[in-house]
């Protein structure tokens, strides 16, 4: 059986969105109405779209998150639940927000607990002298 989706025309006409925004789009619509809503991990999209790195997906999703067309909150390893509702996509976001920020709390702790140790009179300074190797 084949079936179909339709999109409206303003997708495939908007100037701000890559090929690869637009068809990463696509692919994660098309899943919305799955039984356990629209859950893709990062191969499958990388697979689907022909794009190389991990990186570049990331970094499309997050465009598109940006101009406010989907918003994904990580479920597994590499895997992300995608919601296209506007209240749904208000609290992905607030929920990514809060997770980056403990994120940066933590690292700062950590390279704050660094620096302190590098300062210690105990610690070695090793420089390395001339050019490249």
């Given amino acids: ?35 356990n809503g629209c859950r893709i991990s990062h191969q499958y999209l990388l697979d689907r779209t022909g794009i190389k790195t991990k ?25 992300c639940h995608y919601v296209f509702e506007k209240n749904q996509m208000q609290h992905y976001i607030k929920h990514n927000l809060n997770k980056r920020s403990k994120i940066s709390r933590s690292k700062n702790r950590t390279s704050r607990k660094l620096s302190k140790a590098l300062l210690d009179p105990k610690v070695i300074q090793i420089h390395k002298k001339g050019g490249s190797v």
């Fill in 1 to 35: 059986m084949i079936f179909f989706e339709k999109f409206d025309k303003d997708l495939l006409n908007n100037k701000n969105l890559t090929a690869n925004e637009k068809v990463i789009y696509i692919i994660c619509k098309s899943f919305e109405n799955a039984p």
């Fill in 55 to 79: 990186h570049k997906l990331i970094k499309c999703l997050d465009r598109l998150t940006m101009f406010g067309m989907l918003a994904r909150k990580q479920i597994g390893q590499g895997t």
